[in-house]
């Protein structure tokens, strides 16, 4: 899995750390990478083709290592919807092709559907050329997407479906006292993730 961090923390972050230690748990192997504002230690975030950019770097590394298994791209909010980018923009430059070759999967750990408090769907438009299987890991508390609309965003979708994390909010953070699994949402995310992928394969 290349793994894409979101706006404001780094690859390094413990929220990063913790979802790639779940995964690896479930036999997921994670490839992390910065963003170049991150990686110079800015706070605005890189313009789209200089993300996407940046993300065909990683996947060529990721390739390069020749693993022979399936690849998945990933990431955590802002990092997930430059992923979509990057796969919808690969799409439509090879319009022959229903896929971008060498990859599987899409993953999204907190999709921002929209900014806080300002619900819309306007985010996923570029979405409709995405034909790759894809899953959503979105909090029943995240306010960067609102459920409603983002049932109907992926109802619209192929091959895409969601899978509701209780009580946890855009960072994962959930209400201890009334999340009923005694499962961390990390955990529960990369087994999910496991238990999906055979599926789609």
């Not at 996947?59 to 290592?65: A, R, S, V």
């Not at 959930?174 to 961390?184: A, G, M, Q, V, W």
Request: one cysteine or more; glycine letters at 6%; charged letters at 20%.
């Amino acid at each position: 899995m290349l793994l894409a961090h979101g706006a404001g923390a780094n690859l390094e972050h413990e929220h990063m750390q913790r979802i790639a230690e779940s995964l690896a748990v479930e036999g997921i192997a994670t490839l992390r990478f910065n963003f170049p504002y991150m990686q110079a230690g800015k706070r605005r975030t890189d313009t789209i083709p200089v993300c996407l950019e940046a993300i065909d770097t990683a996947l060529q590394e990721l390739i390069d290592k020749n693993l022979g298994c399936p690849i998945l791209l990933a990431g955590h909010s802002f990092g997930g919807r430059m992923m979509s980018h990057y796969v919808a923009t690969k799409t439509a430059e090879n319009t022959h092709m229903s896929n971008h070759p060498g990859i599987d999967a899409l993953v999204y750990f907190s999709f921002p559907l929209h900014p806080s408090g300002k619900p819309d769907t306007k985010r996923a438009d570029h979405m409709s050329l995405i034909t790759l299987p894809q899953i959503f890991l979105s909090g029943t508390r995240d306010k960067l997407a609102e459920k409603k609309l983002l049932k109907q965003t992926v109802f619209g979708m192929q091959a895409a479906k969601i899978h509701w994390l209780d009580t946890a909010d855009h960072g994962f953070k959930i209400l201890k006292r009334t999340r009923t699994s005694p499962e961390s949402v990390y955990h529960e995310s990369a087994r999910i993730i496991h238990d999906w992928l055979p599926t789609r394969q």
